[in-house]
């Protein structure tokens, strides 16, 4: 059975794709490292599938010239990527185990028109010495950052759990015979993988990096990169709401708290968070998957609209947020999958409103099978959603995306709370196991190709890397 710690679910790393940013940036850090004991002087990457049709938009080719420099996606300044990227155009040249070689991106990294049968979002990485090939792996960027590699085991997925969970039905036995809460059997998990204080730790860096990106989204104003010309919104919606300048979160908080809000005001807040975020990402900013980059900003959202709005805070309540959280989007990496190239954007923001959803539900006091109840509601009215980056970028119509797959989640944790479970009709497992069979069904061209829905109607000139 795959264990997926929600620390796998949610990573602090760079915009504006974890499948076509963050996963081929880690495989490019992999790579170099396995070269420590060989002798090369050059490095070609092939890409495929999605990763080949929507790469340039999705910064694959800077990620992947940054993972080869040996930058950490989760600590690198992003505010320096422009700078780095520039220097490196100036000389063409990468260092790596001391060795000094011409590495042209326009030549060395290649965007083929050809599908791979292992994985829609296929690199293929070779190291040679003159005309000898000495080594070539081949990586899978499988959504959400995760990635893995032809015909190697991922050890970690592979450690045993106390309460081993594979679907919503399994989670269920396990609060029953235990007596234990969801997020009370999820950190008896993760307990197990790490000490508890480092897991509390982890999840307020979580929550601390989503709050940050809120902030620089919520006063940075501009253009996005890319070429679409796309405007910043969430400075502008969060200067009408505040009409007072802020240099902080608390201060914001601060002037969020002091005020009266209607249902108009809450929901355009709910709306200026989720922007803020996949702005910052469309923007290569810091940023925490969730369970992806393009659906980052569903959970920060939710969760500052629970913070803010709710005032039902109790103990360890953004800790039982995130476990829950982390657990439901688990469930949907195990049953179906969280990648828009395999499913679609059901897959991210889908599976991130479905999240946020069960996961309000549990801080607002509702028991576990309400908890799935809220989560499965949400699923079932995003089923079917394509992925049609326009450009590839992950901009139109993603960003407002988040915005629908926020308010989404609150209405159905509201809806789960308000009704019976015992009435329910479809229950996680078969709305879980639906998404997949509708994934299936789906026509590539709606999984992130840029091939369909309203990205077959512009075009874009990609600006050079």
């Not at 010239?65 to 040249?93: A, H, M, W």
């Not at 409103?353 to 028991?367: D, E, F, P, Q, R």
Request: glycine content about 8%; proline content about 4%; aromatic content about 8%.
């Amino acid at each position: 059975m795959e264990s997926i710690s929600i620390f796998d679910i949610f990573k602090i790393g760079v915009g504006p794709s974890s499948s076509h940013t963050l996963g081929p940036w880690k495989a490019a850090l992999q790579f170099s490292n396995q070269l420590k004991n060989h002798q090369f002087d050059k490095i070609e990457i092939r890409l495929f599938g999605s990763l080949s049709k929507t790469g340039k938009g999705h910064a694959t080719d800077k990620a992947l010239i940054l993972g080869l420099l040996g930058y950490n996606p989760e600590l690198i300044n992003t505010d320096k990527i422009e700078e780095i990227l520039q220097n490196f155009k100036i000389r063409n040249n990468l260092k790596l185990n001391k060795q000094q070689f011409l590495f042209n991106p326009k030549d060395h990294i290649i965007f083929t028109n050809e599908d791979n049968p292992g994985h829609p979002n296929t690199l293929i990485f070779s190291a040679f010495h003159g005309k000898l090939k000495i080594i070539e792996n081949t990586y899978y960027s499988i959504g959400g950052g995760f990635i893995t590699q032809k015909g190697v085991k991922n050890k970690e997925s592979q450690h045993k759990l106390p309460f081993p969970i594979q679907n919503a039905q399994e989670l269920r036995d396990h609060i029953s015979i235990s007596g234990l809460t969801i997020s009370e059997i999820i950190m008896r998990n993760e307990s197990s993988i790490q000490p508890e204080q480092n897991v509390k730790a982890k999840i307020q860096e979580l929550f601390t990096t989503m709050k940050k990106a809120v902030l620089k989204g919520c006063k940075t104003e501009g253009i996005l990169p890319g070429g679409l010309n796309v405007v910043r919104r969430a400075s502008v919606i969060a200067q009408k709401l505040t009409v007072q300048k802020f240099n902080s979160f608390d201060e914001l908080a601060l002037i969020i708290n002091s005020k009266p809000h209607d249902f108009n005001t809450i929901s355009q807040w709910v709306s200026c968070f989720a922007l803020a975020v996949n702005e910052e990402n469309a923007a290569m900013g810091r940023i925490v998957t969730a369970p992806t980059n393009g659906a980052a900003g569903v959970i920060p959202a939710v969760i500052l609209y629970y913070y803010f709005f709710c005032k039902k805070k109790f103990k360890d309540d953004i800790e039982q947020f995130f476990l829950t959280a982390g657990e439901l989007g688990s469930l949907f990496k195990k049953g179906a999958t969280i990648s828009a190239a395999m499913g679609g954007c059901q897959a991210e923001i889908g599976v991130s409103s479905a999240m946020a959803a069960g996961a309000l539900t549990k801080v607002l006091g509702g028991n576990y099978e309400q908890v799935l109840m809220a989560s499965e509601i949400a699923m079932e009215h995003h089923l079917g959603l394509t992925c049609d980056p326009i450009g590839g970028l992950v901009q139109i119509p993603c960003i407002e995306r988040n915005t629908m797959g926020a308010m989404k989640a609150i209405t159905a944790a509201n809806l789960a709370i308000a009704g019976n479970p015992l009435n329910m009709k479809v229950n996680l497992d078969t709305i879980i196991k639906t998404m997949w069979d509708t994934a299936q069904a789906m026509d590539k061209k709606f999984k992130e190709t840029s091939e369909g829905g309203l990205a077959s109607n512009i075009t874009v000139i990609y600006p050079e890397c």
